[in-house]
């Protein structure tokens, strides 16, 4: 199956800072996924991305699909932004999907 | 737009005793699914079923039963709860963008805790 790796495991933040999780893939996909997954256990789906990049809001993730990667760039952080990160790509069939094992976000005020 | 919807939120079980959970989307997906989620584990699939009518055994089946009750409808059964079976479990749905392209939508969780 395919791996799929995300770093860093752990990130803490100042309210208001930047950052950048990344997703690797170790084989082609046809989209990857970004979920959150907020303190009280609600997976919100962020972005579908195949490829290039998406915005929404403060959030925008790019997917560079030749070089089986994406990233999340999250700016201006808050302290709702808290939570796990997940990206997950999908099996050939499309509907099953690998899960990364995600990006713990704290970010303090 | 209630999107998946799934109860119960929380239930705590005596091994040995049975139990479904249910789940129901109302966006028209073809594609449903549920997982469950362990502490360093991840979300693995349990079951999926991508079209009414159709099941099939995801990651982790055993100790879990399932029902594609309609095209809104996606349960999950467990026969004789075990402790190894808490967990977080979530039912989800899919949009087909495209051939091999399905977007994931959640529920909210079931936590359950079988002692």
């Known amino acids: 199956g395919i791996q799929v790796e995300q770093s860093p495991p752990d990130l803490i933040l100042q309210e208001g800072a930047n950052s950048t999780l990344r997703c690797n893939f170790s084989d082609s996909v046809n989209n990857l996924q970004w979920f959150h997954q907020n303190p009280w256990g609600q997976l919100i789906n962020l972005f579908y991305i195949p490829s290039g990049t998406k915005q929404n809001g403060r959030l925008s993730a790019t997917t560079v699909a030749t070089e089986r990667y994406s990233l999340l760039y999250i700016s201006s952080s808050q302290t709702t932004d808290s939570g796990v990160y997940f990206c997950a790509v999908p099996r050939r069939s499309g509907n099953q999907f690998y899960f990364g094992t995600g990006t713990s976000l704290t970010v303090i005020p | 737009n209630a999107g998946v919807t799934q109860t119960p939120k929380f239930q705590v079980l005596k091994t040995g005793q049975s139990m479904t959970l249910q789940c129901a989307q109302d966006?028209?997906?073809?594609?449903m699914y549920w997982y469950r989620q362990d502490p360093g584990m991840g979300l693995r699939l349990i079951y999926y079923s991508a079209s009414e009518g159709t099941t099939d055994k995801g990651e982790v089946p055993n100790g879990y039963n399932v029902s594609r009750l309609n095209k809104r409808e996606f349960s999950l059964r467990l026969e004789s709860a075990a402790p190894s079976q808490t967990s977080v479990y979530f039912c989800a749905s899919s949009e087909r963008l495209g051939r091999a392209n399905e977007k994931l939508f959640f529920g909210s969780g079931t936590q359950l805790s079988v002692l």
């Open positions: 966006m028209n997906h073809n594609s």
